[in-house]
């Protein structure tokens, strides 16, 4: 006869300290030792998507495209700013020729209708109205029991903006890409340190999560006793697992602690620096990059959507030789040196995210890696930023799940992106007859 001796963790197991609450990864020690339904059913691991966003469209001018592929099918040839993702070749699917919403105003429309695929409300006041947004509709779907059924972050805050900012359209389109319901935007979260204590500060009073910010206590600090705990309890390769994810919780704290340090040395140069977001945008897009990469790995959230940049974005790029604000840069008027600094912007982000995309195919998950049953959409809401337009958006999906090393090429100008939504709903086992203006789809990702 067989004893079993094994001890079954939850889930759903938090590491528990004053003020400070961080969810367990997925361990072998949370598999039922006799197999079975039960030891199926704690294995299955959660599909999740992700929605990159980045602004003011890409370099996509006549006889000068660095995105579209020039054939259609798979074995395509990889363009400039498609070429970080080449070595996922077998996971990279572009779609080209959907529509955007061109009749509303010209940077308003491209964040607004890139996951809700509706034409904004044009309104200066607090009456705003688009459309519920292809996130959300799958966070609904597919949340679980996570702690938050959708993450939305952002480099820039826009927030402070009031009234109009484009042609009789509210800032508030400017803020966020996500819309839980038509009339109610999803705020974006911009400070780190935020997004952290949100993630990991879920217990405790506020007063106990001040008191350990102010003397630079680490949350996994507070949690040593419950880690200790934990590391008894399980075999070596779950120990292992849990070391690596813990460290991956602690650089992340560290670095947020060394921004707040140079913030506060400069506060009299800038005083109007957030506590907690870094200096430089590439800090802040890793940064972001990891607080994500850890909500999939711990299952906290499943979906998230993040703004690389907004529409109108003031943002510099001296590190990569792009001094000028990125909504100058990109319009070019076609010269080839302007348009060249463009052009590295755009390499520039997808750098940034193929980083991430290769960070998740690192990460153990259960017997495979968080990017197996991960689906990323990565994009901006207009083609050729220099003219506005928004025809032939780009857009291109990258996941674990979905076949890849396909160019996929809509009729022309006949399609909306709520086609390519509609076909991303139906990998996610939700059927919708009609999303945003699309009354059907054309895009078969199976």
């Known amino acids: 006869m067989m004893i079993n001796t094994k001890k079954v963790l939850h889930r759903r197991s938090f590491l528990?300290?004053?003020?400070?609450?961080?969810?367990?990864?997925?361990?072998?020690?949370?598999?039922p030792a006799l197999g079975g339904s039960a030891a199926r059913a704690a294995t299955t691991r959660p599909l999740r998507a992700g929605f990159v966003y980045v602004p003011n469209g890409l370099v996509m001018s006549e006889g000068c495209n660095w995105w579209t592929p020039t054939t259609v099918g798979s074995g395509f040839e990889f363009t400039r700013t498609l070429k970080p993702l080449e070595h996922r070749?077998?996971?990279?699917?572009?779609?080209?020729?959907?529509?955007?919403?061109?009749?509303a105003g010209q940077h308003t429309g491209a964040c607004s209708a890139w996951l809700t695929d509706a034409e904004p409300r044009r309104t200066t006041g607090a009456d705003?109205?688009?459309?519920?947004?292809?996130?959300?509709?799958?966070?609904?779907?597919?949340?679980?029991?996570?702690?938050?059924?959708?993450?939305?972050?952002?480099?820039?805050?826009?927030?402070?903006?009031?009234?109009?900012?484009?042609?009789?359209?509210?800032?508030?389109?400017?803020n966020t890409i996500s819309w839980a319901t038509p009339t109610q935007p999803a705020p974006m979260q911009v400070n780190p340190r935020v997004v952290f204590e949100r993630l990991f500060g879920g217990t405790g009073t506020p007063e106990q999560r001040?008191?350990?910010?102010?003397?630079?206590?680490?949350?996994?600090?507070?949690?040593?006793?419950?880690?200790?705990?934990?590391?008894?309890?399980?075999?070596?390769?779950?120990?292992?697992?849990?070391?690596?994810?813990?460290?991956?919780?602690?650089?992340?704290?560290?670095?947020?602690?060394?921004?707040?340090?140079?913030?506060?040395?400069?506060?009299n140069i800038a005083p109007d620096s957030p506590i907690g977001v870094p200096p430089t945008f590439r800090e802040h897009v890793e940064m972001m990059f990891d607080l994500l990469h850890i909500s999939y790995q711990a299952d906290i959230s499943r979906v998230f959507g993040f703004m690389m940049a907004r529409e109108l974005s003031s943002i510099a790029y001296p590190e990569i030789g792009v001094r000028e604000?990125?909504?100058?840069?990109?319009?070019?008027?076609?010269?080839?040196?302007?348009?060249?600094?463009?052009?590295?912007?755009?390499?520039?982000?997808?750098?940034?995210?193929?980083?991430?995309?290769?960070?998740?195919?690192?990460?153990?998950?259960?017997?495979g890696t968080?990017?197996?049953?991960?689906?990323?959409?990565?994009?901006?809401?207009?083609?050729?930023?220099?003219?506005?337009?928004?025809?032939?958006?780009?857009?291109?999906?990258?996941?674990?799940?979905?076949?890849?090393?396909?160019?996929?090429?809509?009729?022309?100008?006949?399609?909306?992106?709520?086609?390519?939504?509609?076909?991303?709903?139906?990998?996610?086992?939700?059927?919708?007859?009609?999303?945003?203006?699309?009354?059907?789809?054309?895009i078969d990702l199976s």
Do not use: W
């Not at 779907?141 to 059924?149: A, Y």
């Not at 993450?151 to 900012?165: F, K, P, V, Y």
């Not at 319009?331 to 600094?341: A, I, L, Q, T």
């Open 370 to 442: 968080l990017f197996d049953n991960t689906l990323l959409m990565y994009g901006a809401g207009m083609s050729n930023g220099d003219r506005h337009s928004k025809i032939r958006l780009p857009v291109a999906l990258v996941s674990g799940f979905v076949r890849g090393d396909r160019h996929i090429e809509v009729p022309d100008k006949t399609r909306t992106i709520g086609d390519l939504h509609i076909a991303i709903a139906r990998q996610f086992g939700i059927e919708m007859d009609s999303f945003g203006r699309a009354q059907s789809t054309t």
């Open 325 to 367: 604000p990125h909504h100058g840069v990109s319009h070019h008027g076609d010269k080839p040196d302007e348009r060249e600094k463009k052009g590295k912007i755009d390499e520039y982000h997808m750098q940034l995210f193929a980083n991430f995309v290769d960070k998740l195919a690192a990460t153990p998950d259960g017997d």
């Open 16 to 31: 528990k300290g004053a003020g400070a609450s961080i969810a367990v990864p997925f361990l072998s020690a949370m598999v």
């Open 210 to 267: 001040l008191v350990r910010m102010q003397t630079n206590r680490s949350i996994l600090d507070s949690v040593l006793e419950e880690t200790r705990r934990l590391a008894s309890d399980v075999d070596a390769s779950d120990r292992i697992r849990m070391e690596s994810y813990l460290e991956n919780i602690r650089e992340v704290e560290q670095r947020i602690q060394r921004a707040e340090a140079r913030n506060h040395e400069l506060a």
């Open 89 to 103: 070749r077998q996971n990279v699917t572009v779609v080209s020729n959907l529509m955007g919403v061109e009749k």
């Open 128 to 174: 705003v109205r688009a459309g519920v947004s292809i996130d959300q509709v799958i966070a609904r779907n597919i949340q679980g029991d996570t702690v938050f059924p959708s993450m939305q972050l952002a480099i820039e805050d826009a927030s402070h903006l009031a009234g109009t900012c484009e042609d009789g359209f509210s800032c508030a389109y400017f």
